[in-house]
């Protein structure tokens, strides 16, 4: 039972590990980087997420070390850690790198509904992220307890503040592609976005995941991923939150599309924009689909579809690695004192037990439609500073802890 569940709340079921959860984990007092190891939160298919804090000041964050059980394991008896035979060392190797890349798109971000990172670096053979701690339900944990349709205002409340930091990522470029009701946190200053890194390749991670992933990204059909594969994911789970239940896996619907129009379902608790929204960008063609986070909230407003050349998505869209970057000061944490019904939520830990989001991008100059040529970053190197972290202001404390449950 992973900590989410002990919680209460919903949690996306992990894989099984390979070998025994023992074999995998590093000593409590173990130094991380920066980073003291304090002990386990939790273990999943990507990785596995510990207590730690920072000396001198012993403020508490999470550190998520990169090990995929399915490809690699700890070699006995040290720290180091490596693929489990050479048929899996190029998949470990292209996640690492993945799993670093996305580590480097959210340090460089600072936006409240964006999950960040703290630090990143390479050790052991592997790779590390240093992250805050946010409390407070999963939106999984929290439409498992309200036991019934969200209204408008209540799906705003998160729909809004998800889509304007989706358009913010974008503009990196980069591509989420992991959106789940796991990946989204109802802190208390406002809904967080989790969960980047990857392999940019595979499909979601688990069958629970396929039910929010658009059909290019179901299928790792590259070339037709864009904004409106987040878009998909998003009108997901909204669709969840208003009838109680997310789409149908895309690959069902491709061969028989029985989803109903939310237009239909949904009835008059929200209004004719929203749904109309939803249901656009519920297509399964992505052309059909809006096009960007500003599109989407065009059509939110019941502006209509937003001007735009004429693009297929099939034309040439090119992935490649995210760009180095500088960290930006990091968004506070709540505290959790007096607050009453909130599970507590690490974010590394649900990157971990979720199954990892897949990182995408693609040049920045265009947000509506491919590019005609590749884009091709420099080789990554590891990076880790000290001095990144004194600008990132403090850090909650109440890992591990459940706050009113």
Not at 306 to 314: I, L, T
């Amino acid at each position: 039972m992973n900590a989410l569940q002990q919680g209460g709340g919903a949690a996306e079921p992990a894989p099984a590990a390979a070998d025994p959860p023992s074999a995998h984990l590093l000593p409590a007092g173990e130094p991380a980087g920066d980073f003291r190891l304090l002990g386990l939160i939790g273990e999943g298919a990507s990785g596995i997420v510990y207590r730690a804090d920072q000396p001198p000041s012993r403020r508490e964050c999470a550190v998520r070390e990169y090990l995929p059980v399915p490809l690699a394991s700890r070699v006995a008896g040290t720290e180091r850690v490596q693929p489990r035979s050479g048929a899996h060392a190029a998949a470990f190797d292209a996640g690492r790198l993945h799993f670093l890349d996305g580590a480097r798109v959210l340090m460089r971000l600072n936006h409240p509904a964006l999950a960040k990172v703290l630090a990143r670096w390479e050790a052991n053979g592997t790779a590390y992220q240093a992250m805050p701690v946010y409390e407070g339900p999963t939106l999984a944990q929290a439409l498992a307890r309200r036991g019934g349709p969200s209204d408008e205002r209540e799906l705003l409340g998160w729909l809004l503040p998800l889509l304007d930091a989706l358009r913010l990522l974008h503009a990196q470029p980069c591509l989420h592609r992991g959106i789940t009701p796991w990946n989204i946190v109802l802190a208390e200053r406002g809904p967080v976005l989790l969960d980047l890194g990857g392999p940019g390749d595979a499909p979601p991670v688990s069958a629970a995941a396929r039910r929010y992933a658009a059909p290019e990204v179901d299928g790792a059909r590259a070339q037709e991923q864009g904004p409106w594969s987040d878009l998909y994911a998003l009108a997901a789970v909204a669709c969840e939150a208003l009838t109680g239940h997310p789409p149908p896996p895309a690959a069902e619907r491709m061969v028989d599309d029985r989803l109903q129009r939310l237009s239909r379902l949904a009835g008059p608790a929200c209004g004719a924009p929203l749904l109309a929204t939803l249901d656009a960008a519920l297509a399964l063609r992505p052309e059909d689909r809006p096009r960007s986070a500003a599109d989407f909230l065009q059509r939110l407003q019941g502006g209509g579809p937003a001007s735009q050349p004429p693009a297929s998505p099939r034309e040439a869209l090119r992935i490649a690695p995210a760009a180095a970057a500088h960290a930006q000061p990091a968004v506070p944490s709540p505290s959790a004192a007096g607050r009453r019904d909130r599970g507590v939520v690490l974010v590394a830990l649900v990157a971990a037990l979720a199954g990892a989001a897949l990182l995408w991008l693609w040049p920045a100059d265009r947000e509506t439609a491919p590019p005609p040529a590749p884009h091709k970053s420099a080789p990554m190197a590891a990076a880790r500073s000290g001095d990144d972290l004194t600008l990132l202001g403090p850090v909650s404390s109440g890992a591990g802890r459940r706050v009113g449950m």
